[in-house]
């Protein structure tokens, strides 16, 4: 115990940046916030329990929970700072992530037949899809949210992790299609497999673009693209979609004026600056702001940008934490993606492999077009950054999709000790 | 006041953020490094010590397992054919002794004294069979000769 916690190990180093956080936060408004010690204690004592049970229980992947721990508290941190109430709501939905983490490992160790289920992945998601299109609210421009009582709920969020193990459930199918040996029926087959995969994940797509959630489009598109790439292995069909993409990316900015918008205030926002361009302008004038070490926690004025606390809460740390501070944040993504990249490559299970593949790159994807959209990079699209954003669906189903990426990981592990017991 | 010491806290919160991402690194690192290392070992290969403790809590390198093929000494100095950079292993601590297909173990006068089954090791040479339970330092080791199903 003593030795887990020792200020040389990145846990003890967590806690005392969450003290340092805490501290800042609990300063930076008079009069002096008491909810925070108590919020304080508990966020840190949940991660240190979670990364101790992982570690002492020999949960897999060490990496993973500590990594999203240091995000989660700067993300909570910075809605807190923003928005008190937001900031409650968040560590709420917080603990119930990190028992979502626990329940979703478990469930998913003691289910084996996965990779078998791909008939209810796929009708899950249409029911999802078609219950958003009826019920679903217009939020922002976006039809994807369901309200039920006083909590709203986006569905794509549940539906991304669907989609990740309905495409392993196909990669899977056609992995064992290429060990057979008859050759011409196989590229039959293949053809077969190919167009069924292309129309499940268009058919995702559609839906999303019914919806006019741009972002979580793309962000589908992306998950699919790479898990072609990684596992189809051929270019002609690989530049057939990209193809395919390129006519819909077009088609898109010719017949709605929503995108063009978008790529208008990407290509040049400042002639738009009071109306259009706002939201862009005001995120690069806090990135602006913030310098090197930031203005501080509760010094800036990060609340000037709207949606602040969802999609644009990377402008929001990068003034306050500075653009060392922003750094770090993506800099943690990277060793995430890592890991997962890692996981995927030792484990031998096909569908196995695609699932942790899927996860990572649906993390790293999703980092990579909000930032890439707060920092002006590409054109915008409302996304949410895992772990940070502020958003009970978005955050527990990063949560619910790192328990699955955890519980691939210490299958895997217990696998290999095995087959090296029966190798020797 | 209390601007002061939020200022001094956001420098603090910076270094504090990039110590730990190298922390992280640095543990992945040595997690990299054993595999390496393991991989050049082969596998197959009898018999060997296989390390029982929690690797990354230590916060020094170690491998998982070191194969004993002939006479090899363990301690922290570079000369020695298995290096620890355990602060509680004397530099040359102990020796494994392969002779007529048996193997053994020697204590080379270390500080902190070698336990084979949590007996002292001494300066004569310890038999060693399968499933023995070696100390050293902070480390527990398994004498491993022959494959388990």
């Not at chain 1, 508290?73 to 968040?90: T, V």
């Not at chain 1, 459930?169 to 167009?195: D, M, P, Y």
């Not at chain 1, 690989?238 to 208008?264: E, P, S, T």
């Not at chain 1, 939201?279 to 000037?304: D, R, V």
Request: glycine share 10%.
């Amino acid at each position: 115990m003593t030795r887990l916690i020792s200020w040389r190990q990145p846990l003890g180093i967590l806690i005392l940046a969450d003290a340092v956080i805490f501290s800042m936060l609990y300063l930076h408004k008079q009069p002096y916030d008491y909810a925070l010690i108590p919020i304080g204690l508990i966020i840190v004592s949940l991660i240190c329990a979670s990364y101790l049970i992982i570690i002492r229980k020999g949960l897999g992947d060490q990496y993973l929970f500590l990594v999203v721990g240091m995000l989660a508290s700067i993300g909570f941190a910075m809605i807190f700072r923003l928005d008190r109430a937001y900031g409650i709501k968040q560590a709420v939905w917080l603990t119930a992530g990190v028992i979502l983490f626990f329940l979703s490992y478990w469930i998913y160790i003691k289910i084996q037949m996965w990779d078998r289920l791909l008939f209810y992945y796929m009708s899950c998601s249409v029911l999802l899809f078609s219950a958003t299109l009826i019920l679903g609210k217009n939020i922002k421009g976006a039809t994807n949210w369901i309200v039920i009582g006083n909590h709203t709920f986006q569905p794509s969020e549940i539906i991304k992790i669907l989609f990740i193990f309905s495409l392993a459930c196909f990669f899977k199918g056609s992995q064992q299609f290429i060990h057979n040996n008859c050759r011409i029926e196989l590229n039959w087959h293949r053809t077969v497999k190919r167009a069924a995969i292309a129309l499940m994940a268009y058919t995702f797509i559609g839906f999303l673009i019914l919806q006019r959630d741009w972002g979580s489009a793309m962000l589908f598109f992306m998950i699919y693209f790479v898990m072609l790439y990684i596992f189809d292995g051929g270019w002609r069909f690989l530049a057939l979609n990209a193809g395919a993409a390129f006519i819909g990316a077009v088609g898109g900015f010719m017949m709605l004026y929503h995108i063009r918008v978008r790529v208008d205030t990407w290509l040049n926002p400042w002639p738009h600056i009071a109306d259009k361009g706002y939201q862009i302008t005001q995120s690069l004038f806090a990135i602006a702001a913030g310098g090197f070490f930031g203005t501080g926690l509760g010094m800036g004025k990060p609340e000037f940008i709207p949606e602040v606390s969802t999609d644009f809460i990377f402008s929001a740390i990068c003034e306050e934490m500075g653009i060392l501070g922003g750094v770090a944040v993506v800099l943690l993504y990277f060793i995430l993606a890592y890991r997962g990249f890692k996981i995927a490559l030792t484990v031998k299970d096909i569908f196995k492999k695609a699932v942790a593949l899927g996860i990572t790159s649906m993390f790293g994807f999703q980092t990579f077009i909000i930032i890439g959209g707060v920092i002006k990079l590409i054109p915008l699209t409302g996304i949410t950054l895992p772990f940070i954003s502020y958003g009970g669906s978005s955050l527990t189903a990063s949560f619910i999709a790192l328990g699955i990426l955890q519980a691939i990981s210490a299958g895997d592990y217990g696998e290999t000790e095995e087959q090296a017991g029966e190798g020797e | 006041m209390p601007v002061i010491v939020s200022t001094i806290l956001k420098y603090v919160f910076v270094v504090i953020i990039y110590l730990f991402i190298f922390g992280v690194i640095r543990l992945i690192y040595l997690d990299i490094n054993s595999i390496n290392r393991k991989g050049t070992g082969g596998k197959g290969h009898y018999p060997y010590i296989k390390l029982i403790n929690i690797r990354e809590n230590l916060g020094f390198k170690v491998d998982e397992t070191y194969h004993i093929d002939k006479d090899i000494e363990i301690g922290r100095l570079n000369k020695n054919g298995i290096v620890i950079n355990d602060p509680y292993i004397s530099s040359r601590h102990a020796r494994f002794i392969v002779r007529d297909g048996k193997y053994y173990i020697e204590d080379q006068g270390s500080t902190n004294g070698t336990l084979v089954n949590g007996m002292a090791a001494g300066r004569q040479e310890t038999c060693l069979n399968d499933g023995d339970k070696i100390h050293m330092g902070q480390l527990d080791f398994l004498f491993v000769d022959r494959p388990h199903v």
